[in-house]
T-cell receptor
Framework: EADIYQTPRYLVIGTGKKITLECSQT?????MYWYQQDPGMELHLIHY???????EKGDLSSESTVSRIRTEHFPLTLESARPSHTSQYLC?????????????FGPGTRLTVL | AQSVTQLGSHVSVSEGALVLLRCNYS??????LFWYVQYPNQGLQLLLK??????LVKGINGFEAEFKKSETSFHLTKPSAHMSDAAEYFC?????????????FGKGTKLSVIP
């Protein structure tokens, strides 16, 4: 079944730890996105990729980094987590030829940094 | 540049009552418009989308929305609210031109349904 997966779903870690949030999709989509979502707030785009070896920063400045080595995989890394990174992170993708820019979303990772 | 304004961060309706969630947009190009729903601790699920084919768009779970260019609005409605409709709803806009692959989201409206 075609889908978009995020792991872990919940993560509680201490300050200074390095973490990687995983996002994978089985739909063969070329465009992928990372959003940061705080409670009661809109989604803010922090990174996007339009294909392998292509990554760009989004509208919201973020200390995280991303990579796109394989079409299906778009991991997000925080080298040194801080309490200000506490948030929900959502991954999304759009298919080539899907039209209309409809984005499919993963279930999200809720990150808490102590 | 694009923007989305959702009027009312929190809307409460009685079960069986009309649901109306408001969305106004601004876009420098003909827009594509979307409504997404988010249940607690989950990602966003597409409810419906406007892609210039028809101004009245029907979506899943009995929701529909009407595109009104003169009012730059795309309000979401459902004739009769159900308890399962309690969730957060996001309106989003993208451009319709080539390369317009990013969505701009509103701040969301949390819908509560009172039994």
């Amino acid at each position: 079944e075609a889908d978009i997966y995020q792991t872990p779903r919940y993560l509680v870690i201490g300050t200074g730890k390095k973490i990687t949030l995983e996002c994978s999709q089985t739909m063969g989509h070329d465009k992928m996105y990372w959003y940061q979502q705080d409670p009661g707030m809109e989604l803010h785009l922090i990174h996007y990729s339009y294909g392998v070896n292509s990554t760009e920063k989004g509208d919201l400045s973020s200390e995280s980094t991303v990579s796109r080595i394989r079409t299906e995989h778009f991991p997000l890394t925080l080298e040194s987590a801080r309490p200000s990174h506490t948030s929900q992170y959502l991954c999304a993708s759009i298919g080539l030829g899907a039209g209309y820019n409809e984005q499919f979303f993963g279930p999200g990772t809720r990150l808490t940094v102590l | 540049a694009q923007s989305v304004t959702q009027l009312g961060s929190h809307v409460s309706v009685s079960e069986g009552a009309l649901v109306l969630l408001r969305c106004n947009y601004s876009s420098s190009v003909p827009p594509y418009l979307f409504w997404y729903v988010q249940y607690p601790n989950q990602g966003l699920q597409l409810l419906l989308k406007y892609t210039s084919a028809a101004t009245l768009v029907k979506g899943i779970n009995g929701f529909e929305a009407e595109f009104k260019k003169s009012e730059t609005s795309f309000h979401l409605t459902k004739p009769s609210a159900h308890m399962s409709d309690a969730a957060e709803y996001f309106c989003a806009v993208s451009g319709s031109g080539a390369g317009s692959y990013q969505l701009t989201f509103g701040k969301g409206t949390k819908l509560s349904v009172i039994p």
